[in-house]
C-alpha cells in the first residue's frame, strides 16, 4: 500500500472508563472526513489520531463530545 501524506494530532479524552468508551470515541473521531486510524490509551485517555488531511481541532472536540466526553487537553497537531 502506498503511504498518502498523513497529519496526526494527540488529543487527550477525559471520563473514559471501559473498552466500550474507547469504540465509541473511536468509532466518532473516525467519522470525521480523512481520518485514516485513531489509536485510543483508555488507561491515559490519550488519542492519537492520523488523517490524510490537516486534522481540524473543533471537528475531534465535537467528534468526544458526541460520544459523551470531553477533550481534557490538545497538544496540537504536527503536519
Ligand atoms: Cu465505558
Known sequence: MSQPATFT???TV???TCGHCVSS????IG???GVTSVEVD???GQVDVAAERPLDT???RTA?????YDLAAEQGATT
Open 9 to 11: 494530532g494527540t488529543y
Open 14 to 16: 477525559s471520563g473514559m
Open 25 to 28: 470515541v473511536r468509532e466518532e
Open 31 to 33: 467519522e470525521i472526513d
Open 42 to 44: 483508555l488507561g491515559s
Open 58 to 60: 473543533a471537528a475531534v
Open 64 to 68: 468526544v463530545q458526541e460520544a459523551g
